[in-house]
């Protein structure tokens, strides 16, 4: 359900509806990474230490948003909440589904823990990973069955009616922040891929964009 108001945003490598579907389906074939936050990681996926390296993106789905940004707004926020079947059968595998928020801005801090991501991606933990499923490796998986594989499980009782996510898991509901220049114009590119395969569906939710008067720490966390 939505965190705010009563209509949310749903980007998905499968089908985006409610129940999610319990078979996959392959929908864009073969894509390429944005190009420049490709370059800005090495010509290469990022990926959790450890962890294998994606091989190709599949089944793609980008939103691009331009905005003008308020007189009076130095920041923005928005939630996520993304779900998938790959977890927790592939995690730390190359089936690694990703989901990215690239800004674009000309803010700059002499702060660096103000500074937006260099490879502009706001979609990432503190540690840097990417969202994505391997994200069960730093804790950020919550809303899945509590085991010892992954302690951070909290229970999985959020997904019960969800169909085809049942016994999988997701993030439960997160908050992205980034800086932004009052007055300026931004690009915010939202983009969600299957890596190195085209089944095993994931879906991340995007809802409560909102403005801030005050710069944060930008990347991914709970609120």
């Known amino acids: 359900k939505p965190t705010m108001g009563s209509l949310m945003m749903a980007l998905s490598t499968g089908e985006a509806v409610n129940p999610f579907p319990t078979s996959h389906k392959s929908m864009s074939g073969a894509s390429s990474a944005p ?8 010509n290469k996926l990022p990926n959790a230490p450890g962890c294998a390296n994606a091989t190709s993106i599949n089944d793609a789905i980008m939103l691009k948003l331009r905005i003008r940004v308020p007189e009076s707004a130095k920041s923005f926020s928005f939630n996520i909440n993304f779900l998938s079947v790959e977890y927790p059968t ?5 089936y ?10 000309t803010h700059t801090s002499d702060n660096p823990d103000l500074q937006n ?13 990417p969202v994505g499923v391997n994200l069960a490796k730093s804790g950020l998986f919550k809303v899945c069955a ?21 016994g999988h898991g997701g993030t439960g509901w997160l908050v992205v922040r980034g800086n932004v220049v009052p007055g300026e114009v931004i690009t915010l590119r939202l983009a969600t891929w299957d890596s190195s395969d085209q089944i095993w569906d994931s879906i991340v939710l995007v809802d409560n964009f909102k403005w801030e008067f005050e710069e944060y720490k930008p990347g ?3 609120e």
């Open 35 to 42: 190009a420049d936050w490709y370059a800005a990681n090495g």
């Open 146 to 166: 509590v085991s010892s594989t992954y302690p951070s499980c909290a229970g999985d009782g959020d997904l019960a009616g969800t169909g085809g996510l049942q």
């Open 220 to 222: 991914t966390g709970a």
């Open 96 to 105: 690694n589904d990703f989901f990215v928020a690239l800004l674009d801005s």
């Open 90 to 94: 592939y995690v730390c595998t190359k």
């Open 117 to 129: 991501p260099a490879d502009k991606n706001l979609a990432m933990d503190e540690n840097g990973y």
